[in-house]
Nanobody
Framework: QVQLVGSGGGLVQTGDSLRLSCTGS????????MAWLRQGPGKERGFVAG????????RYADSVKDRFIISRENAKNTVYLQMTSLKPEDTAVYYC??????????????????WGQGLQVTVSS
């Protein structure tokens, strides 16, 4: 049973912006913290950004701070990742994930209960 569905990946150029979206069930968005993680070529999957269930707390990886913004609209059961000033090193498969503890901080992969399908983001130089 698919719980989270992502959209918005694509091919962009250095300096461009892109917005990822992830939509799920009301049960998830009423209680779960949400996060975006990514896995670049030859790299392990890592935390990008997280947002608490209420939206009142956000966390970012240092590599994306001041360039990416995570937000959520619980009424639409959707979380977003607005990415600006994209760099080639942002090239990765991006995943949304749901944290049952409702928090924004990074967690280990096996602590996220639901995952969206991966979204390819490619930034050309």
């Amino acid at each position: 049973q698919v719980q989270l569905v992502g959209s918005g990946g694509g091919l962009v150029q250095t300096g461009d912006s892109l917005r990822l979206s992830c939509t799920g069930s009301a049960a998830i968005f009423s209680n779960y913290g949400m996060a975006w993680l990514r896995q670049g070529p030859g790299k392990e999957r890592g935390f990008v950004a997280g947002i608490s269930w209420s939206g009142g707390s956000t966390r970012y990886a240092d590599s994306v701070k001041d360039r990416f913004i995570i937000s959520r609209e619980n009424a639409k059961n959707t979380v977003y990742l607005q990415m600006t000033s994209l760099k080639p090193e942002d090239t990765a498969v991006y995943y949304c994930a749901a944290d049952k503890y409702g928090r924004s901080q990074p967690r280990k992969d096996n602590e996220y209960e639901y995952w969206g399908q991966g979204l390819q983001v490619t930034v050309s130089s």
